[in-house]
């Protein structure tokens, strides 16, 4: 017998193996949820969510891949969203107070302007934000805000119940170094179960998209995806900061930089020892809308 002693990662993966011996189905795999979050310090995930077109709301297949996501990973207490829709300096908070959704597009079927997503508001979060971000950003209120879709979309398939509370935070800037040190502030809101979310694309040229079901994503769009992959898994801070120099085809990919950049946000958010990168979702939609989806930790 090895008496030598256990590593903590050793002794979470045994325990989760007795677990699993013990158990089955459903018990099993929130048993071995629980214990691999216990092992990891209680630290929440953070990530990026490609929320694509509107009609995400309505689509199941899509719509099932981000349940996916949101099932293996261990629900978050709270969550907070930087959506490429929220564009606003200074740095903004909301809401703080339940009011509706904002249904920012047009020209969808009146199915989409029915939708609801009543998720809780949590104003000691917007303090907690506050507090991290003091000397960092300016931070406001805007208490009557409601959650955009690039928001309650995603977060409407991801964890359809609506009962996690839900804060926004404005996009104050696109300047990749300041939105990384965000996050880098924010992270300890993960040790509390804070869920820090980016919403946008990681490509994103709706004049290059191509509404055929059948459509091959071309060139530029690929490489620029390789390379944000690439760049995410080797843990790069500094390439992924300086994309708009170092990234190929970031024109074509970026006319704007909106969608983009609440990567920066995540990026930053993750431990600076964190190298667990995963991607539940990949491929693209419209020719060359990246699905790329994001989990660190």
């Known amino acids: ?11 979470v993966g045994m ?8 158990m089955g189905g459903t ?41 996916r996501w949101a099932e293996a990973m261990p629900r978050p207490r ?18 703080t107070t339940p009011v ?42 805007q208490p009557e805000r409601g959650l955009d879709h690039g928001t309650w979309v995603p977060l409407r398939r991801m964890f359809p119940d609506a009962s996690i509370p839900v804060l926004q935070l404005s996009l104050p800037t696109l300047d990749p170094a300041r939105l990384f040190k965000i996050g880098r502030a924010l992270a300890p809101l993960r040790n509390e179960g804070v869920f820090i979310l980016g919403s946008g694309n990681l490509t994103h040229n709706l004049r290059m998209a191509n509404w055929d079901p ?30 708009q120099r170092r990234a190929p085809a970031v024109a074509i990919a970026h006319p704007t930089r909106e969608h983009f950049v609440p ?24 020719g060359s809308i990246a699905r790329r989806t994001v989990q660190f930790g």
């Open 100 to 141: 509706p959704l904002i249904y920012d597009f047009y020209g969808f079927p009146d199915e989409l302007y029915r939708l609801t997503y009543a998720a809780p508001t949590d104003p000691a979060l917007a303090a907690q934000v506050e507090g991290l971000l003091k000397g960092v950003e300016e931070v406001v209120r």
């Open 15 to 22: 325990a989760a193996g007795t677990a699993a011996a013990a």
């Open 78 to 95: 709270k969550i907070l969203v930087v959506s490429a829709h929220w564009e606003r300096a200074p740095a903004s908070l909301g809401p």
């Open 214 to 243: 059948a459509a091959t994503t071309p060139a530029w769009a690929t490489e620029f995806d390789s390379w944000i992959r690439e760049t995410l898994v080797t843990a790069n801070p500094d390439a992924l900061i300086d994309y």
């Open 27 to 67: 018990a099993m795999a929130k048993a071995v949820k629980a214990m691999v979050e216990a092992g990891n310090g209680g630290r929440t995930a953070t990530g990026f969510v490609a929320h694509g077109a509107p009609l995400l709301a309505l689509d199941e297949v899509k719509g099932g891949d981000l349940l």
């Open 263 to 286: 990567i920066l946000v995540a990026a930053g958010a993750a431990a600076a020892d964190e190298r667990k990168v995963s991607f539940p979702i990949e491929g693209f939609e419209f």
């Open 1 to 11: 017998m090895d008496c030598r002693r256990l590593t903590r990662r050793e002794f």
